[in-house]
């Protein structure tokens, strides 16, 4: 690999032009009806639009409600997803009694399941809540179980070798191995609950930035559906650098490389 | 060499690996006896077994005949440390934490342990290190924490699989310097295996040469280069260069026949 010599500088400003050039070249495009802005709006309207929403309050309710839902999803499908997986990982007779059942039902695609998980949970918060959960054990569970079985075979003689019990075994090597496989797991999922957050509001939800965008369609309101979009990007980016500081604070062995 | 107390012993070793091309006899009919406080090595060609008998000596594979005792003087320290031909300290725990891991494990106190620890790591040189982790340590200093995490376990007896292999001679000199200096205050029993006839001559009372398919005991020599030992001095000695060259004579055979079978041989090695 060559290595190129660009200031920092210079790529720190090349990183914020790029994306503002794209914003006025949207904006000059719209202004000369080279685009159709009734489909397409422009950042100005959007920051029109944006702002009465913020004030109203409108924007930060439905973002709560979304960022609740997420969280509890997030949470209820990548604890059993840790746990499950480390018990894959380490026991080849908990792996071979789930492994079969998850890899044939890890394609399905989740949305998939949303009408029968409609019909079983009714329309209130738990659909929507088991909706994320589902897709983010999913991504956990097997990355966990990846993180444990990559853990070098040496660090267990050197356990066995040093006289671990079970507990520190788990403790001193099968969790820290694996907890770095854990996190990319974790940050999958994390992608994951986003995407299904805006499906799962699509139905039966009377509140939530997916659901923003469902209702914007129907009111043919496009800057709101665009001020939805971005919310939810910051959102994802927002947790993005969560589970990063997470992962500094956890895994303090990985940054100092 | 005469010793007061034996240590160690072996009665007629054997090992077969199973494999799907059939039954490998990795050591047959190994017995050997070593003395308390007695550095004894193990030279040998590639594949000749000498890893697989000091993992069945840490208790770490099975045997599949014979016996070996291990003879403990006292019941409060660990029978066998070892440290690893491979890097082998844990990445996610800080030098302090790896060196004082063995002393965890038997649920000795964080003070206490970590007072042994610093101790440690005081002697192999590390002292600016002791919260470091080991992705900023150079091979060199990660093999100096995997035989500081050996001494500061106590146990009764020191395994060591090639330390040393994979280290450049600078580097390796520096630490045979530093295990003999930490082994002439300890007096530890220890196993050393090597491929180097130099590392064995500069470290070891006796040295046990292996032959290879089967693994067996070629023959056991003593080294009685006075101690303790400059290694810059004793490679210009005469007695060295005698010693080396017996075993250097009984060894060629070994590594010949060894290189004639290896095209075969290599692929049918099980991966241990």
């Known amino acids: ?257 | 060499m005469a010793y007061e107390k034996e240590s160690i012993s072996v009665t007629n070793l054997s090992k077969i690996f199973n494999t799907t091309s059939g039954q490998i006899t990795a050591l047959q009919d190994i017995s050997l006896s070593i003395g308390e406080g007695e550095f004894f090595c193990i030279v040998g060609p590639s594949g000749c077994g000498k890893t697989t008998l000091l993992r069945i000596l840490a208790g770490l594979d099975s045997s599949s005949g014979g016996t070996i005792s291990l003879k403990p003087t006292n019941i409060d320290r660990p029978i066998n440390s070892m440290v690893f031909q491979e890097q082998s300290i844990f990445p996610w725990m800080t030098v302090i934490d790896n060196v004082s891991y063995g002393l965890r494990m038997r649920n000795i106190p964080k003070k206490e342990r970590y007072e042994i620890a610093n101790h440690y790591i005081e002697m192999i040189g590390l002292s600016k290190f002791t919260h470091a982790y080991p992705s900023q340590l150079s091979g060199g200093m990660k093999q100096r924490v995997s035989v500081a995490r050996a001494f500061a376990n106590d146990p009764e007896i020191l395994l060591m699989d090639e330390p040393f292999g994979a280290l450049d001679e600078q580097n390796r000199i520096l630490l045979q310097h530093e295990l003999l200096r930490i082994w002439e205050e300890t007096r530890k029993t220890t196993v050393f295996i090597t491929h180097s006839i130099d590392e064995a001559l500069c470290l070891g009372d006796r040295i046990m040469v292996m032959s290879a398919n089967p693994g067996m005991v070629k023959t056991i020599i003593t080294n009685d280069l006075p101690r303790p030992r400059k290694i810059s001095e004793i490679r210009t000695s005469l007695q060295y260069n005698q010693l080396f060259q017996s075993i250097w004579l009984i060894l060629r055979d070994e590594v010949t026949n060894s290189k004639n079978n290896s095209s075969t041989e290599e692929k049918k090695q099980p991966q241990i």
Do not use: C
Request: charge should be positive.
């Open chain 1, 1 to 257: 690999m060559i290595k190129q010599e660009y200031s920092s500088l210079f790529i720190r400003i090349l990183s914020i032009l790029s994306p503002l050039s794209i914003l006025i070249l949207w904006e000059v495009m719209a202004r000369f009806h080279i685009i159709d802005t009734r489909l397409l709006s422009s950042p100005s309207l959007i920051l029109h639009a944006f702002i009465p929403l913020l004030l109203s309050g409108e924007l930060l309710y439905n973002t709560a409600v979304s960022v609740q839902r997420v969280i509890w999803g997030f949470l209820a499908g990548s604890a059993p997803g840790i746990v499950l997986g480390i018990g894959m990982g380490l026991s080849p007779l908990i792996r071979s009694a789930f492994e079969p059942m998850i890899a044939a039902t890890y394609p399905i695609p989740k949305l998939a399941l949303m009408p029968l998980i409609l019909l079983v949970f009714g329309l209130g918060e738990t659909s929507k809540i088991f909706t994320i959960a589902i897709g983010v054990f999913y991504l956990v569970v097997i990355n966990t179980m990846a993180g444990v079985l990559s853990i070098d075979k040496i660090y267990l003689d050197v356990a066995q070798n040093f006289g671990a019990n079970r507990k520190n075994f788990y403790l001193t090597v099968a969790l820290p191995g694996a907890l770095p496989m854990i996190f990319a797991g974790l940050k999958l999922g994390m992608g994951m609950a986003l995407i299904l957050i805006v499906a799962a509001e699509l139905s039966a939800a009377k509140a939530g930035v997916g659901w923003m965008i469902w209702r914007a369609y129907d009111m043919f309101a496009i800057e709101q559906m665009f001020i939805a979009l971005i919310t939810l990007s910051l959102l994802g980016y927002l947790f993005s650098l969560l589970l990063d500081m997470l992962e500094n604070w956890v895994l303090p062995w990985k940054k100092q490389v």
